[in-house]
């Protein structure tokens, strides 16, 4: 289970570095899509955690991976945030997302896992679109939702993926709350009780 995790390094290790795709190699697949952090103010990181069959954490994070491409969203577009493109190429097998963290500065606050596992299937020769990973700060939660047609033409920036077949695969999970989440008891409030959102 994770926790609340305090440390004098705020930043994970970026083991996702290890995976960027460069040229593509057939005996192996690509699962593509984008990490975004909303924030009203300054966005500090946001990071996921996927796992892979042999137990290897793989983060990606909102900051820009490995020949990444910058989101950034500035009014009147909504959401105000940033993020970036992350394009992995790994292993056939089963994968999981296993949780997500916000950075504050000396300390991540980190998620448990997800109420069901989180599963995806890599398979070799095949480009996969997980969708965007979207983490709200102000909310301390996040969702994986479908954002293949805008995130598509900034994927496609990546020289090994300009002419390649992207599957649309979007993951669907809302209602990923953090420990303790600071937006969760306003959303009540607001809402007469109710944890309804976008996101949620």
């Not at 398979?123 to 679109?129: D, E, I, L």
Request: glycine residues 10%.
């Amino acid at each position: 289970m994770f926790a609340v995790l305090l440390a004098g390094c705020a930043a994970p290790r970026q083991t996702s570095t290890k995976y960027a795709l460069t040229e593509k190699d057939a005996s192996k697949g690509v699962v593509v899509g984008t990490v975004f952090e909303r924030s009203v103010f300054t966005p500090y990181g946001a990071y996921f955690y996927l796992q892979s069959p042999d137990k290897e954490r793989i983060v990606v994070a909102s900051g820009g991976n490995s020949g990444a491409y910058t989101i950034v969203n500035a009014p009147p577009k909504l959401p105000k945030g940033v993020g970036s493109t992350f394009a992995l190429q790994l292993p056939p097998g089963k994968y999981q997302v296993t949780g997500w963290a916000l950075d504050y500065g000396r300390a991540n606050k980190r998620s448990e896992p997800f109420e069901q596992p989180i599963e995806f299937e890599v398979v070799a020769g095949q480009v996969q679109y997980l969708g965007r990973f979207d983490a709200n700060r102000f909310m301390e939660l996040a969702s994986i939702g479908d954002n293949f047609a805008e995130d598509l033409p900034l994927l496609k920036k990546i020289p090994a993926l300009s002419t390649a077949e992207i599957t649309n695969r979007s993951l669907g999970v809302k209602g990923w709350w953090l420990p303790n989440p600071a937006g969760r008891e306003m959303l009540q409030r607001l809402n007469g009780g109710s944890t309804k959102c976008e996101q949620c």
